[in-house]
């Protein structure tokens, strides 16, 4: 019964956690914030300038239809955000939403690199590339 | 109903959701979708573009608050989002293409077993667990603050917990929910990581799991701006007010009313899903 014997787990040759891992996390807790908050901001101003003008329109999600191209592409965005939009807009602000957590693993990589450990900068750099090819990939670039 | 009502009421129903999910643990995502389709008619496909947008909202909202408390582990969480990510591209693009009727009898079996786990008592805090050799290797093993100061884990099955992970994600990038429920059995059950740490962790992981499937789901047309912004404000600032307000909260009576949600929402999901109607 080695349970017996061990009431304390053994410690591992390596420390487990390195110290730098806080600061890390918290920097990226902070990152992930001000991402969420910038991109709720966009999305708020696209929602005055959306309702101020179809506030009285009927709304209908019964029937799925797809959105048009203008809401489905990062360059149809922009153009529909240039055109003054506010659903253009309110897209804009759900991409920086979105690039939030791919912004978050990029800066993950930078960290591990600094701590020297590139077994897990190979695995973020992995995490970084699903991410990307999901973005680019499934044609919305 | 105009686009105003639309918007105020869909606002509200986000924001009681998130308050609820962020209160309880148990996640607001997985109430949105079926309250969008039961209540509002809204077709599936919006209601889970509009539900994975603000999942990554909540968990990266949540992200700052989490990590000051000093429980989540960023190389047990970057090592399964491997995982979640991988699946959860396999599930957005399954997601477009299995019919309607299918995702819903999927959710409801997904909501029916988040309430038997919400129901479940929690597995007893680890003891002092031997090291495994694939998990020391991969440096998962860590401490984290406990009463009597810092108490180290070892994080046991990695594999297992590996494989768990890819369901985790594909469920979420078919569904369009963090999928905690499946999270939790993965961290919690199978690598025996302590409860304050996987929750955390699996906060952390939700939002870049959704983001590995939003970009299909955006360009598949299922994020829709009209229905996407109340849900994700709602949903948003509904989860900041609960992780204010957790510490000081009874959850225990708010925790069973929202699992009799769940359970019922799931119940619907079910009947509709094996009815075609949706």
Same mark, same amino acid.
């Given at each position: 019964?080695?349970?017996?014997?061990? &009431?304390?787990?053994?410690?591992?040759?390596?420390?487990?956690?390195?110290?730098?891992?806080? %600061?890390?996390?918290?920097?990226?807790?902070?990152?992930?914030?001000?991402?969420?908050?910038?991109?709720?901001?966009?999305?708020?101003?696209?929602?005055?300038?959306?309702?101020?003008?179809?506030?009285?329109?009927?709304?209908?999600?019964?029937?799925?239809?797809?959105?048009? =191209?203008?809401?489905?592409?990062?360059?149809?965005?922009?153009?529909?955000?240039?055109?003054?939009?506010?659903?253009?807009?309110?897209?804009?602000?759900?991409?920086?939403?979105?690039?939030?957590?791919?912004?978050?693993?990029?800066?993950?990589?930078?960290?591990?690199?600094?701590? +020297?450990?590139?077994?897990?900068?190979?695995?973020?750099?992995?995490?970084?590339?699903?991410?990307?090819?999901?973005?680019?990939? =499934?044609?919305?670039? | 109903?105009?686009?105003?009502?639309?918007?105020?009421?869909?606002?509200?129903?986000?924001?009681?959701?998130?308050?609820?999910?962020?209160?309880?643990?148990?996640?607001?995502?997985?109430?949105?979708? &079926?309250?969008?389709?039961?209540?509002?008619?809204?077709?599936?496909?919006?209601?889970?573009?509009?539900?994975?947008?603000?999942?990554?909202?909540?968990?990266?909202?949540?992200?700052?608050?989490?990590?000051?408390?000093?429980?989540?582990?960023?190389?047990?969480?970057?090592?399964?989002?491997?995982?979640?990510?991988?699946?959860?591209?396999?599930?957005?693009?399954?997601?477009? +293409?299995? &019919?309607?009727?299918?995702?819903?009898?999927?959710?409801?079996?997904?909501?029916?077993?988040?309430?038997?786990?919400? %129901?479940?008592?929690?597995?007893?805090?680890?003891?002092?667990?031997?090291?495994?050799?694939?998990?020391? %290797?991969?440096?998962?093993?860590?401490?984290?603050?406990?009463?009597?100061?810092?108490?180290?884990?070892?994080?046991?099955?990695?594999?297992?917990?590996?494989?768990?992970?890819?369901?985790?994600?594909?469920?979420?990038?078919?569904?369009?929910?963090? =999928?905690?429920?499946?999270?939790?059995?993965?961290?919690?059950?199978?690598?025996?990581?302590?409860?304050?740490?996987?929750?955390?962790?699996?906060?952390?992981?939700?939002?870049?799991?959704?983001?590995?499937?939003?970009?299909?789901?955006?360009? %598949?047309?299922?994020?829709? &701006?009209?229905?996407?912004?109340?849900?994700?404000?709602?949903?948003?600032?509904?989860?900041?007010?609960?992780?204010?307000?957790?510490?000081?909260?009874?959850?225990?009576?708010?925790?069973?009313?929202?699992?009799?949600?769940?359970?019922?929402?799931?119940?619907?999901?079910?009947?509709?899903?094996?009815?075609?109607?949706?």
């Amino acid at each position: 019964m080695p349970s017996l014997k061990l &009431p304390q787990p053994a410690t591992s040759p390596i420390p487990p956690q390195p110290w730098g891992d806080r %600061r890390l996390e918290v920097t990226l807790g902070n990152l992930l914030r001000t991402g969420v908050l910038l991109s709720a901001a966009v999305v708020l101003v696209g929602a005055c300038v959306y309702l101020r003008r179809h506030a009285h329109e009927a709304a209908d999600y019964r029937v799925f239809q797809g959105e048009p =191209s203008e809401f489905r592409t990062i360059p149809g965005v922009i153009r529909s955000v240039i055109h003054g939009r506010g659903r253009g807009l309110i897209q804009l602000g759900l991409l920086f939403l979105i690039a939030t957590p791919i912004a978050r693993v990029a800066f993950s990589i930078a960290g591990f690199a600094i701590e +020297r450990d590139w077994m897990y900068v190979g695995f973020t750099v992995i995490v970084l590339l699903v991410l990307l090819y999901s973005l680019l990939g =499934s044609g919305i670039g | 109903m105009s686009i105003l009502d639309f918007t105020v009421v869909v606002g509200v129903v986000s924001f009681v959701a998130g308050l609820l999910g962020s209160l309880t643990g148990l996640g607001g995502g997985v109430v949105l979708v &079926p309250l969008l389709t039961i209540l509002f008619h809204v077709d599936i496909r919006y209601a889970i573009g509009a539900s994975l947008v603000s999942v990554i909202a909540t968990s990266s909202g949540a992200a700052a608050a989490y990590v000051k408390e000093g429980f989540s582990n960023i190389r047990i969480g970057m090592f399964l989002e491997i995982a979640t990510t991988f699946g959860a591209l396999c599930g957005a693009f399954l997601a477009t +293409r299995i &019919p309607t009727s299918a995702l819903t009898l999927i959710f409801g079996f997904v909501l029916l077993y988040s309430a038997y786990l919400s %129901r479940k008592p929690r597995l007893a805090a680890q003891r002092s667990l031997p090291p495994d050799p694939l998990a020391t %290797r991969l440096r998962m093993n860590g401490h984290f603050p406990d009463a009597g100061g810092m108490r180290q884990y070892n994080v046991q099955h990695v594999p297992t917990g590996f494989s768990l992970m890819f369901g985790a994600g594909a469920l979420s990038g078919l569904l369009g929910i963090g =999928s905690g429920a499946v999270k939790v059995l993965a961290m919690d059950q199978a690598m025996r990581i302590p409860f304050k740490v996987s929750t955390t962790t699996s906060n952390f992981m939700i939002g870049v799991t959704a983001a590995a499937s939003a970009g299909v789901y955006l360009s %598949r047309g299922y994020v829709d &701006p009209g229905l996407a912004m109340p849900v994700m404000l709602g949903v948003l600032a509904g989860s900041l007010l609960g992780t204010r307000i957790l510490v000081k909260a009874e959850t225990k009576s708010l925790r069973l009313v929202f699992s009799v949600v769940i359970l019922v929402l799931g119940l619907q999901m079910l009947y509709k899903g094996f009815l075609g109607k949706i």
